[in-house]
T-cell receptor, first 111, second 111 residues
Framework: DVKVTQSSRYLVKRTGEKVFLECVQD?????MFWYRQDPGLGLRLIYF???????EKGDIPEGYSVSREKKERFSLILESASTNQTSMYLC??????????FGPGTRLTVL | GQSLEQPSEVTAVEGAIVQINCTYQTSGFYGLSWYQQHDGGAPTFLSY????GLEETGRFSSFLSRSDSYGYLLLQELQMKDSASYFCAVRDIGGRRALTFGSGTRLQVQP
């Protein structure tokens, strides 16, 4: 069975903290993605990676960075968390592009 | 860029048929995908259409008309467990291997 795991289901951080969200997939997929999901806005792409050490900006990369040192792991980093980054963060992986497998999500609250 | 439009909410009764429409605007097009997301859950892949016509998978079918930039998801014999949000998505046309998602349609199935 395909599996994408995320390091935390719920996370509470303070403004200005550096935040790491981890995502691991066990399907040997080349492509990995980070989205944020907010009510009424659907899923918005933050960053994605199609190979180890490769990364590309999505639609809303500002305030975020990513790291992909190993094929199975894709990390999202909030360099200095702000309240407007309070959101649900979803990680996904895929072999191609159209069938993406999502993790359970991390609900991040920034106080 | 690309944009997708789908209704924000649809309500139907158990046993009925419901159609969720999606129109898209892209400068290039590869295919239309559909994802389902239950409250508190991760999005899961339902279907993908690259060519015109209807694709059927059990109670769910998906249709695409490339000339009309339009597709729909058809759910038959509705069950209470079909209450969820449904997202259409197009493969990104900017040369990047990523999906752009619509803002989602919340389906409420009533007894």
């Amino acid at each position: 069975d395909v599996k994408v795991t995320q390091s935390s289901r719920y996370l509470v951080k303070r403004t200005g903290e550096k935040v790491f969200l981890e995502c691991v997939q066990d399907m040997d997929h080349e492509n990995m993605f980070w989205y944020r999901q907010d009510p009424g806005l659907g899923l918005r792409l933050i960053y994605f990676s199609y190979d180890v050490k490769m990364k590309e900006k999505g639609d809303i990369p500002e305030g975020y960075s990513v790291s992909r040192e190993k094929k199975e792991r894709f990390s999202l980093i909030l360099e200095s968390a702000s309240t407007n980054q309070t959101s649900m963060y979803l990680c996904a992986s895929s072999a191609g592009t159209d069938t993406q497998y999502f993790g359970p999500g991390t609900r991040l609250t920034v106080l | 860029g690309q944009s997708l439009e789908q209704p924000s909410e649809v309500t139907a009764v158990e046993g009925a048929i419901v159609q969720i429409n999606c129109t898209y605007q892209t400068s290039g097009f590869y295919g239309l995908s559909w994802y389902q997301q239950h409250d508190g859950g991760a999005p899961t892949f339902l279907s993908y259409n690259a060519l015109d016509g209807l694709e059927e998978t059990g109670r769910f079918s998906s249709f695409l008309s490339r000339s009309d930039s339009y597709g729909y998801l058809l759910l038959q014999e509705l069950q209470m467990k079909d209450s969820a949000s449904y997202f259409c998505a197009v493969r990104d046309i900017g040369g990047r291997r990523a999906l752009t998602f619509g803002s989602g349609t919340r389906l409420q199935v009533q007894p």
